[in-house]
């Protein structure tokens, strides 16, 4: 049975999925080993990567897009 069937089901508190009302999913991203969370390192060639994708990509989109409309 997938999650797709169980949507729409009621199920009873700390079921999956359900989006806690207190303060425990703040409690658990204090953690020390999620101190770091979000912060980028531009030191690594993941990032370089993604950034120099992104250019290539947002190009030759443009380069298509101007030779379909002209």
């Not at 990032?47 to 897009?65: D, P, S």
Request: charged residues 15%; glycine residues 18%.
């Amino acid at each position: 049975m997938g999650v797709f069937s169980e949507l729409g089901n009621h199920r009873s508190i700390g079921s999956l999925g359900a989006i806690p009302k207190g303060s425990s999913a703040y409690d658990i991203l204090k953690k020390p080993e999620y101190r770091n969370m979000g912060d980028i390192s531009w030191s690594t060639g993941e990032t370089w990567g993604v950034l120099i994708g992104g250019v290539a990509v947002g190009l030759i989109g443009l380069t298509l897009f101007n030779r379909y409309y002209r």
